[in-house]
């Protein structure tokens, strides 16, 4: 069995904040993450996950992009001017596009990934020092995505 497998393998426990709005994609996400040992808040729309973002800092956040509320991109907008580099902000949406990674990056997100979701592309993430591998502290960094 895979997910055994998984647990015994993986890396440090993050503080985990994901925010999405889809309650089947929330849980089944929430579970995944809390098998693999991570600490894992969860919030419904933006305006909530902002509020968990500034009361308790999270090592990495997944954030969706067509929150209620307030939108992925405001999320991460706000999350950034208020904690800087202090948390590893990914952008985990079904969106795609030139126009779409244009924004992600604009936000202040470090990486940008795919519904539904690849493990092996979060991994390294969750593996990371939070401080160490944010796209935003270098200015003109490339967006790590999914798709390159």
Known sequence: ??????????????????????????????????????????????????????????????VDIGLPRMDGYEVARRMRA????????????AYDGEDVKRRIV???????????LDLSELTPWLEAEPAKTGASSQGDAQLQTASS
Not at 9 to 18: F, H, N
Not at 31 to 55: F, I, N, P, Q, T
Not at 106 to 116: Q, R
């Open 1 to 62: 069995m895979l997910l055994p497998s998984l647990r015994r393998s993986c890396g440090p426990r993050r503080r985990v904040l994901l925010i999405e709005d889809n309650p089947d994609g929330r849980e089944s996400l929430r579970m995944l993450l809390s098998y693999l040992g991570h600490y894992v808040e969860v919030a419904a729309d933006g305006e909530e996950g902002l509020r968990k973002a500034l009361k308790a800092v999270p090592d990495v956040a997944l």
């Open 82 to 93: 208020a904690l800087g580099d202090a948390a590893v902000l990914i952008a985990y949406t």
């Open 106 to 116: 604009a936000a202040g997100f470090d990486a940008h990934l795919i519904k539904p």
